[in-house]
């Protein structure tokens, strides 16, 4: 028997990659359960939240997909904001399962605080909800930086957001159309 290789090369980091992410919404969940103290609960969840962003913005992020972005300030005073991709070459390094696990936690935990959000507000709720706003603007930060690193720092999001669209749209008034000629030209275009 040989045994199988695994597809995960750095596993101490895929672990907290995902870690601090459930933890924060499972805390967040079971609050009631776990404490009747909302301050116990606040900071607890803070806590998991500030070392989901520094764990993934800091390390996950560079190990698992080759991505990384941060702020800095020159001696003006001004901010930039660099997103910086491995390269090329360097690519093959990277392990399918591990960018799976990061991409899936970093897309889907949002999601959950988007959903926080809105329950706490409808609820009236309301001092549950600088905490939820705190886990969705850390975690939706990480998610626009690695997004940004992924399809290009230099590049606008907007502007690939309408280049998509719109081959979109013109994609599908050819295949409405449906005129052999024009859906040639259309899918050569392309």
Not at 25 to 32: G, H, K
Not at 185 to 190: G, S, V
Request: charged letters at 15%; a positive charge.
């Amino acid at each position: 028997f040989k045994l199988k290789q695994s597809n995960i090369k750095h596993p101490l980091a895929s672990f907290f990659h995902l870690f601090f992410r459930t933890s924060a919404i499972l805390v967040y969940l079971l609050c009631d359960v776990i404490s009747s103290r909302f301050i116990v609960c606040m900071v607890t969840i803070i806590l998991l939240l500030s070392c989901d962003f520094w764990t993934v913005k800091n390390v996950s992020g560079r190990l698992l997909v080759g991505l990384r972005w941060w702020n800095q300030v020159d001696e003006d005073g001004r901010s930039h904001w660099m997103f910086e991709s491995r390269k090329s070459d360097d690519v093959s390094k990277i392990s399918a399962a591990e960018s799976r696990v990061f991409w899936l936690g970093l897309i889907v935990c949002p999601i959950f605080w988007v959903v926080f959000v809105f329950s706490t507000i409808f609820s009236f709720n309301i001092k549950w909800l600088v905490v939820v706003i705190m886990g969705l603007v850390l975690q939706w930060a990480n998610l626009y930086g690695y997004v940004r690193c992924k399809v290009g720092g230099k590049s606008s999001l907007r502007n690939m957001a309408k280049s998509y669209l719109s081959r979109q749209v013109f994609k599908q008034v050819c295949e409405v159309s449906r005129l052999p000629l024009l859906l040639i030209y259309c899918q050569d275009t392309l």
